[in-house]
């Protein structure tokens, strides 16, 4: 799929820098919406103890397949002009932000709503992991919601 990018970051996903690659490639006249999600690490409480970061790992090589399988599927994605999505590897704490989501399309209703499948692809069937990290000894692996 060519007008689909998937991009690791390693940290946190900078959002100011993220909105400044948006406007580099925002010359196309026939785009008419651009919807955005961020995903944000928040400060769970998992057995009594808050949660510091979460430190992502991925099976890089296979995520791009199982993303262009994935949407294969959804209809919407032959309407969008172009699509994004940005996730973190390594250590992200709590109140950054670990993925982005860009969906370029002609029309807002189709950008709101692939923006929403395609964050659910990305939480539940691309091989991201994450291990939420409450102390210095306490490690839980994050189980998607």
Known sequence: MDNVILEWVQGPVQLVSMYEKIQQHSTHTEV????????IVRADTIQGQVVQSIRFTAYT???MAA???ALKSIELVKEAHRIQVFHSLGEVPTGACCMWIVVESKRRVTALQ?????????KFQLP??????VSDTHRYWKENT
């Open 61 to 63: 090589d296979m995520a």
């Open 32 to 39: 008419g919406a651009l919807a955005t999600f961020a995903g």
């Open 128 to 133: 991201i992991w994450g291990e939420e990290i």
């Open 67 to 69: 993303l262009s399988a």
């Open 114 to 122: 692939l923006c929403a499948e395609i964050v659910e692809v990305v």
